[in-house]
């Protein structure tokens, strides 16, 4: 009987997986102090050039998990950070794409009633960044492609 439904949970819980049922669209933060704001920023390079991290700042906050130092082509990171005890945080992520191109700006501000990503974009070359925040204050995702 016991074995019976481990094999059923397996089977839910690979049901719900492959239907990404549960899954948070950009990351999933700790909240230390209720209402802090935290950030989880989904960012992809959609390019055939390694992105180089080329600095950023967890804003009024502290990284959790900081930015990758390369973010190869066609992968993935979530970066999040938290600002225990602020009002509000923004945070920058900065990487060159490639050894000698151009600078991708990924930027999330989280303040109440104005959660964007109006910084983010590149300084040159032909690519481009497709932002959306997924949710709001104080806990806010945002998803970033780089093309």
């Known amino acids: ?45 959609h390019t055939d050039h390694t992105e180089f991290y080329a600095g950023g700042t967890p804003g009024s906050g502290q990284w959790i998990n900081a930015p990758q130092f390369a973010l190869a082509p066609g992968a993935s990171e979530v970066v999040t950070a938290s600002a225990p005890n602020a009002a509000s945080e923004t945070v920058f992520v900065n990487y060159q794409v490639g ?32 932002a959306s925040v997924a949710s709001g204050f104080p806990n806010a995702n945002a998803v970033y492609d780089l093309w």
């Open 1 to 45: 009987m016991r074995t019976a439904a481990v094999v059923a949970g397996l089977g839910i819980a690979g049901t719900l997986a492959a239907a990404g049922v549960g899954a948070a669209h950009a990351g999933t933060l700790p909240v230390n102090h209720p209402g802090e704001p935290t950030v989880a920023m989904t960012i992809t390079n």
């Open 99 to 130: 050894a000698f191109g151009p600078r991708a700006i990924y930027e999330l501000e989280n303040v109440r009633g104005d959660v964007n990503t109006n910084m983010t974009g590149t300084t040159g070359g032909h690519y481009f960044v497709n």
